[in-house]
C-alpha cells in the first residue's frame, strides 16, 4: 500500500537527512520529496504562483483509486495528461487534474501566472479529447494534434482547444504573461496548418500566394515546420498564428512571453534559408543543425531572429527574457567550435554538452555563452530554464558525467550511481558569474521535467527510479514515480 504523498511532503519539511539542509554558496535546499500517486509519471512542468501555491504537471496513467474530478475525461485510455495543485508550505493537494480522450494524450510543456492560471500544451491522439464550446478550434486534423487549454486557479478549464493538420503535429512550448496571453509553439508536418490570414501565413507549397501577406516560411517545400501561435486570454481566437522555417526540418521547443506581449521562440533547424534579421549574430546554419531564437511583437511581427551553432549539431530547448530585455537560450550541442565568451566551463570530450547563453535585445550579439557538462553525455527538458525575481538564471538537465562540473560549497548530492543524475547550474545575469553547479540524484535514473523560480526560491521536478534519491525526511521510502525539491536563494 502506497503512503500518502502528503504526508511524505510534510515529513521533508520537518526533518532532515541526506540534504541536511544543505548550503552551497547562497543556496540551500531546504524541501525534497518522492511524489505521485498515480503511475508511470512523466513530469513535463512546474510553476508556483503568488500566493505560494506549487503546480507539478506531465503525464501519467489513469489512475483508478484516486477521489479525482471525471468531468475532462473521455473514455477508458492508457495515457492521460494531469496537472496537481499542491500548498507548497503543508504539502496538501488543493485540486487533480486529469484530461484526455480515448487514446494517448501527452503534455509537453506548462506555464504558470501569478495568480495561478495554468497554460497546458502538448499532443493529443484521441478523437474525443475534452475541448470547450469557445475554443478556436476543436476538431483533431491528423494522428497527434496539439492541444492547448488554460486553467483558472481552482483547476476549471477555462479553455481547451486541439488544433493542427495532416499528418502529425505536437506543441514543445508555452509562455504566458499577466495579461492571460499564451504562446504555444511545436513542429507541424503538415500543409494545412491553421494560419491566420491576413496577417502572417504559410508558404507550404507550390500555391499563389497573396503577394500582400507576410511570410516567414522561405521555401516552396517542407519537412516539418515550427509554429508560432499567440491565443487570446479566453482562447476564443488565435491573435496571430503563421509558420517559421525554411527548406528543411525546424522545430519549436520552447516559449517565453513577457510583460509587452512579445514571443520568444527557441528550437533547431537543418535548413539554410531560415529567416533571420539583418543584424543577426549569424546569418549562416553553420553546421548539421543549428539552434534557433526568434523574438515576434505580440502582432506577430519577426522583431529579430538568428541561427546559434558550431560545426556539428545543436537544438535551443529553453528560452527566458530577464528584467532588462536580454534573451537567454539554452540547448544542447556536440561542436567543438560552439561561440562561447567568457565560459565557466570548458568542452572536455567529444561527447554531447548543454550550451547557456545571453543575447543581446535584437539578437545581434552574444553577451555571455558557456558550455555545461563533463567528459560524458548531458541533456535538458523543454522548461529546464527559468530566470528568478533576483534575475539568477536557473538551468536543468541529467548528466551521465562522473566529472560533471561542479561549483560551490556541498555541490555532489548524487550516490554516484551508474545511470543519469539531475543537474543544476545558476548563473547571475548581471556579472554571468556561476554561482552554483551541482548533480542530485540516486543509485537510480533520475531526470528533471522542469524548472520554475518563485520569490527567493526555485523549484525542480522530475522523474526518478532511484530508491534512494536525496530527501528531506526521516525513513522515508520511495512512493510515486516522481520527484520535486526546492532551493532557497539566500542572497
Not at 343 to 368: H, M, R, T
Amino acid at each position: 500500500m502506497k503512503t500518502n504523498s502528503k504526508v511524505l511532503l510534510s515529513l521533508a519539511i520537518i526533518s532532515s537527512t541526506i540534504f541536511a539542509q544543505a548550503q552551497t554558496e547562497g543556496y540551500m535546499v531546504d524541501y525534497s520529496s518522492y511524489w505521485g500517486e498515480m503511475s508511470d509519471i512523466n513530469i513535463r512542468g512546474v510553476g508556483i504562483d503568488n500566493s505560494g501555491n506549487l503546480f507539478i504537471g506531465g503525464r501519467c496513467k489513469t489512475p483508478d483509486d484516486h477521489n479525482w474530478d471525471k468531468s475532462y475525461k473521455n473514455g477508458i485510455s492508457s495515457l492521460d495528461v494531469f496537472v496537481a495543485k499542491l500548498d507548497a508550505d503543508k504539502g496538501e493537494e488543493k485540486y487533480l487534474r486529469i484530461m484526455g480522450g480515448s487514446d494517448e494524450d501527452h503534455l509537453k510543456a506548462m506555464d504558470v501566472d501569478a495568480l495561478g492560471n495554468v497554460y497546458l500544451s502538448g499532443r493529443s491522439k484521441s478523437y474525443d479529447f475534452p475541448v470547450t464550446e469557445n475554443a478556436f478550434h476543436k476538431k483533431r486534423e491528423g494522428t497527434y494534434d496539439v492541444i492547448a487549454a488554460k486553467l483558472d486557479p481552482e483547476g476549471r478549464v477555462l479553455y481547451s482547444a486541439i488544433f493542427g493538420a495532416r499528418p502529425m503535429d505536437e506543441c514543445r512550448g508555452v509562455g504566458c504573461n499577466s495579461k492571460g496571453y499564451a504562446v504555444y509553439v511545436g513542429g507541424t508536418h503538415g500543409n494545412e496548418f491553421p494560419t491566420t490570414k491576413g496577417k502572417f501565413s504559410k508558404y507550404h507549397g507550390p500555391e499563389e500566394l497573396d503577394p500582400g501577406l507576410l511570410v516567414y516560411k522561405q521555401s516552396m517545400y517542407h519537412s516539418e515546420d515550427c509554429f508560432v501561435t499567440m491565443v487570446s486570454p479566453d482562447g476564443s481566437k488565435m491573435e496571430f498564428s503563421h509558420l517559421f522555417g525554411g527548406y528543411g526540418f525546424e522545430k519549436g521547443w520552447a516559449a517565453d512571453m513577457d510583460e509587452d506581449g512579445n514571443s520568444y521562440v527557441a528550437g533547431y533547424s537543418t535548413a539554410k534559408d531560415l529567416v533571420v534579421s539583418q543584424s543577426a549574430h549569424s546569418k549562416l546554419n553553420n553546421g548539421v543543425r543549428d539552434a534557433f531564437i526568434a523574438k515576434f511583437s505580440p502582432e506577430g511581427k519577426l522583431l529579430a531572429s538568428t541561427y546559434l551553432g558550431g560545426s556539428d549539431d545543436e537544438g535551443a530547448y529553453g528560452v527566458a527574457c530577464d528584467s532588462v530585455g536580454r534573451i537567454w537560450v539554452a540547448g544542447k550541442t556536440t561542436s567543438w567550435d560552439f561561440p562561447v565568451k567568457n565560459p565557466f566551463y570548458e568542452k572536455e570530450s567529444n561527447g554531447q554538452d548543454v550550451f547557456i547563453a545571453c543575447f543581446s535585445q535584437d539578437l545581434s550579439e552574444i553577451l555571455f555563452a558557456s558550455y555545461v557538462g563533463g567528459t560524458g553525455f548531458e541533456e535538458m527538458p523543454s522548461d529546464g530554464l527559468c530566470i528568478t525575481k533576483d534575475q539568477r538564471v536557473v538551468l536543468v538537465g541529467k548528466t551521465d558525467s562522473r566529472d560533471f562540473y561542479t561549483i560551490g560549497k556541498g555541490q555532489d548530492f548524487s550516490s554516484g550511481g551508474e545511470d543519469t543524475d539531475v543537474f543544476c547550474v545558476v548563473v547571475n545575469a548581471a556579472t554571468f558569474e556561476c554561482e552554483l553547479s551541482i548533480r542530485i540524484g540516486g543509485e537510480g535514473s533520475d531526470e528533471p521535467g522542469a524548472v520554475a523560480a518563485g520569490d527567493g526560491e526555485f523549484w525542480i521536478a522530475g522523474s526518478t527510479k532511484s530508491v534512494n534519491f536525496p530527501i528531506l525526511g526521516k525513513d522515508i521510502k520511495k512512493d510515486g514515480d516522481a520527484f520535486i525539491l526546492r532551493f532557497l536563494d539566500k542572497h
